[in-house]
Each structure stands twice: as structure tokens, then as C-alpha cells.
């Protein structure tokens, strides 16, 4: 085989040749090294599908039930396994989505003045104890010693780590704050009964930001701009969160707001008042409470998923650790803090909860693994003859529209008709389905194109298929 296909090298991953190499054996779709014009290939992606509901662990450890939409639909297209109960891997599909909703999300927190750190998963015991929350948050913790007997936490939110690295740094000027650090990180909590895929598990991704300020003034302003950043991040997004007034919890400090996506399968509820901005999650709220407290008109109640969430903390943290810093005057002050949670993963299957059928994915624009598949003519079909136009048009496509390049890939599997192929394209959810049918035949050629997102489908020439596609946004 090495000898017959000189010039190329065996089956790198994805990549297949787009140009004859001298030497090269003529083939439809032969592989070559990655490089110009390589083309990403459908039939190399690796994508577990099809798990069975007697295959998903319950708390018990026996077969449990995919319980909601975005499970299921993750599970069967092969976005996520599960490892252990309340644990999934992230598979290739997966994994992009997240990288591009992390993208999204450092976008956000710069544009703020955010500074990105990476701390120790690994929390030491005693800066716990030191905030009492070693013993307040229980069986939450995940913990463990170490050979020596020292005993750790694996790290369900940072406050303790981050005020301690402040407090380290003994000659902070109140002219270098605010200080907005944050990290996207694995965390880790001991779910009593992990649930919902990703949208309750034990090992999830969040992205949590610490803002140290020189006064209560300062820390509130900082505080309303970070949430108008989550607001701005979820509109990008396309999911219509509200910001509603929340219980501080274990995290504790003065105020608390929750971002809440509405949905049926959330496991919040939250008030809204239809005459004013008011709203409120029904913890916060009197019991006997039905009419709004800002204008006395009636209060609607619905459930939400929280996908992020907010806290003014104060000096909570900075008087227990002593992170202090010089004022103007010249003397020693405790930093005012806040701190602010986005759950990763969650805002991953809640989009997905929210935006899908019940049998078809459906992203966020932005959030979608590859922008658009190709499907080429079945083998042995009348359409045969237009295959090679999708191999001009995906290197067209890479050439003309160059934030495309690695957001494409071909649906090599010819074996299949285009109805089969196109079905599974829908399940996945691309933005754009391009298929070379019985149009591609005509002069000129016309490509019969799905646009998922709008549900339209519409037949264009090759320049037309660059025009639509010059005009998707990524990240």
C-alpha cells in the first residue's frame, strides 16, 4: 500500500487529499497528510451513538432513564458518554462546542478588564476550615488526604483560593484595583442524586471570576458590569435568560443575583411580575407572597435552569484571610470582593434543551461544532457525475470564506443515500447542509442547501453558496 500511494502518507486523521499528488492513485476521496487542502471527513469522526436508556446509571447504580431532552439527544448523537454516575466524557463534537463557548466567554470577561488565572483544583482543608465552610457545606465536598494525611477538597468554587492569593501579595495600591480574575475549571461537588446529563453532575466545567475593589462603590459598579456582561454573553448566544434576585447560600455576602433559563425540565423556580422588571427566585420570596413588592401587581411563577450566577460578597472573605491593600490615605483596607459563576457545560445542554426538536439538535450559531456539511452524490446513483463539484466547492469554500476553514466537513459515506446522509445532518444539527443532488447535474450547477436554523432550504450556484456562507459569524 505505501508503495502504490507515493507521495502520500497513510491515513492521518480527518484529513483527505483535495489535489493529486504525482504518484497518487485516482480515487474519490484518497487521504494525505494534513496541510493545504486538506478536507475533514465524516466517516473518521469518532462518535458513540445510539446508548440505550438501560445503559444510563441511577444514584442506586442501576439502570436508570434519560430524563430530558438535551440527555437523550447528546447521548444518541454521541456528544457526551457516561464514565460514572454523574461523570461524562466529552467527545470530539462536544468538546468543540465548549471550546467555542469558552471563546465566547473570554471575549466577555476581557472586554471587562478580566484577567485569566488557573488555580489548583486540589483545595487545602484549611483555608476551608478557615471560612467555616469545611464543615457548612457537608457531604457536598469531595475529600481526600494525601500520603502526609493532610487533607484536601476537591474544588467546588474557588473564594477561599483567590482571597489567599490576594492576601499573599502584601504592597497592593489601591491604583492597581479592581482587580476581575477568573478561570474556566473543572469543579467538583458530591451530587446526592446527579441527574439531567450535564445539567447536574458531579464533574462539570464552570467559569468563576473573584473582583477585588477599593470600596463598596467601586465593588457594586464592578458588580453591575459583570452581570451586563452575562446579559450581553447570553444574548449572543441567543438564550433569553432572566436576572433574578437570589439567596446568597453558603457562598454568602450581601446580594445575589441567579441568570435563569426558562424551561420546563429546570429544577428552579422563579418569580416574574408581566408590569414591571421585577423578579425573584421563590427562595427569596414570603411564602404567602403573590403580588410583586415593587408594584404590587401579580406575580407569574415558571422553572428555570441557572446558568449563571452572582455575588456581592463584601469583606467576607478578605477579613478572614486579611487581603487587604494601601489606600489613598496610606493605610492598610480590606479589599471588597465579588464573585460570579457561569456553569459551562450547563449553558452547553441547557442550549440544547431549549433551541432542539425532540429528535434534532439545534445550536446556538456560534456554539455549533462545524458550520456546515457537505453531502456528495451516493455512489453508483445518476447524481454520481457532480461528485467532483463538491470537492471544488469545499476547497472554494475554504479559499473564499476563511473563518470557515475547519468549520466544514464532508459526508464521505457515498454507500448511503443522500436522504439517510441528510437525516443524520439533522440529527447533528450543522447550520448549513450543502447537497449535491439532481440541480448540481444543471449548467450551471445548483447545490440544494438547508439552512437548519430558519428551517428554509434553497437551491444556489456555487457563488451563492459563498455569499451565504461569507456571512456566518464565528468565533
Known amino acids: 500500500m505505501e508503495g502504490l500511494l507515493t507521495g502520500c502518507r497513510a491515513l492521518p486523521p480527518l484529513a483527505i487529499c483535495s489535489h493529486q499528488l504525482p504518484g497518487c492513485i485516482p480515487h474519490r476521496f484518497h487521504y494525505c497528510a494534513p496541510g493545504k487542502g486538506k478536507r475533514l471527513v465524516l466517516s473518521r469522526m469518532f462518535q458513540p451513538q445510539n446508548l440505550r436508556e438501560d445503559q444510563v446509571l441511577s444514584p442506586e447504580g442501576k439502570s436508570g432513564s434519560l430524563t430530558c431532552k438535551s440527555q437523550r439527544l447528546m447521548l444518541q448523537v454521541g456528544l457526551i458518554h457516561q464514565a460514572s454516575l454523574g461523570c461524562y466524557h466529552l467527545l470530539p463534537y ?3 462546542a465548549m471550546e467555542k463557548l469558552m471563546r465566547v466567554i473570554d471575549q466577555e470577561m476581557q472586554a471587562i ?16 476550615r478557615a471560612s467555616n465552610r469545611w464543615d457548612l457545606l457537608g457531604k457536598e465536598l469531595l475529600r481526600l488526604q494525601d500520603r502526609h494525611g493532610k487533607e484536601y477538597c476537591l474544588g467546588p468554587t474557588h473564594e477561599e483560593a483567590i482571597t489567599a492569593l490576594i492576601a499573599s501579595q502584601k504592597t497592593l495600591s489601591y491604583r492597581q484595583l479592581p482587580f476581575l480574575l477568573y478561570q474556566v475549571t473543572r469543579k467538583f461537588r458530591d451530587e446526592p442524586r446527579p441527574r439531567f446529563g450535564l445539567l447536574r453532575g458531579r464533574e462539570f466545567y464552570m467559569k468563576d471570576m473573584y473582583t477585588f475593589d477599593s470600596s463598596p462603590e467601586t465593588a457594586r459598579q464592578t458588580y453591575n458590569l459583570v452581570c451586563d456582561a452575562y446579559s450581553g454573553l447570553f444574548d449572543r448566544l441567543g438564550l433569553q435568560c432572566v436576572k433574578v434576585q437570589a439567596d446568597v447560600g453558603s457562598i454568602g455576602g450581601t446580594m445575589s443575583h441567579e441568570f435563569q433559563l426558562p ?6 423556580r422563579f418569580a416574574l411580575c408581566p408590569s414591571c422588571s421585577f423578579s425573584a427566585n421563590v427562595e427569596t420570596l414570603d411564602l404567602s407572597q403573590t403580588n410583586c413588592p ?6 407569574t411563577e415558571t422553572k428555570g435552569i441557572e446558568v449563571g450566577h452572582t455575588f456581592y460578597l463584601g469583606t467576607k472573605y478578605s477579613s478572614i484571610f486579611n487581603a487587604q491593600f494601601i489606600n489613598d490615605h496610606g493605610n492598610l483596607a480590606l479589599a471588597e470582593m465579588g464573585c460570579y459563576g457561569l456553569g459551562v457545560t450547563r449553558i452547553l445542554a441547557a442550549a440544547i434543551e431549549v433551541l432542539s ?46 473563518q470557515l476553514r475547519g468549520e466544514v466537513l464532508l459526508d464521505d459515506r457515498t454507500h448511503l443515500t443522500i436522504g439517510n446522509r441528510l437525516k443524520d445532518a439533522n440529527k447533528f444539527g450543522y447550520p448549513f447542509v450543502i447537497i449535491a443532488g439532481r440541480k448540481a447535474l444543471e449548467d450551471p450547477a445548483h447545490f440544494e442547501v438547508w439552512c437548519q ?13 459563498i455569499e451565504l456562507l461569507s456571512q456566518v459569524q464565528v468565533v
Not at 424551561?263 to 428552579?268: A, I, K, L, R, T
Not at 415593587?294 to 406575580?299: E, F, I, M, W
Not at 439538535?361 to 455512489?379: F, M, T
Not at 436554523?453 to 453558496?465: A, H, P, S, Y
Open 113 to 128: 478588564g478580566g484577567q485569566k488565572v488557573n488555580m489548583p483544583s486540589l483545595c487545602s482543608a484549611d483555608l476551608w
Open 453 to 465: 436554523n430558519t428551517d428554509e432550504v434553497v437551491f444556489l450556484t456555487r457563488e451563492g453558496v
Open 357 to 402: 426538536t425532540e429528535d434534532c439538535i439545534r445550536w446556538p450559531g456560534l456554539l455549533a461544532p462545524y458550520q456546515a456539511c457537505l453531502i456528495p452524490p451516493k455512489k453508483g446513483s445518476r447524481e454520481e457525475a457532480a461528485e467532483e463539484l463538491v470537492g471544488h466547492l469545499y476547497d472554494h469554500i475554504a479559499e473564499a470564506v476563511p
Open 294 to 299: 415593587a408594584c404590587q401587581g401579580p406575580l
Open 263 to 268: 424551561v420546563d425540565v429546570g429544577e428552579d
Open 94 to 96: 462536544a468538546v468543540r
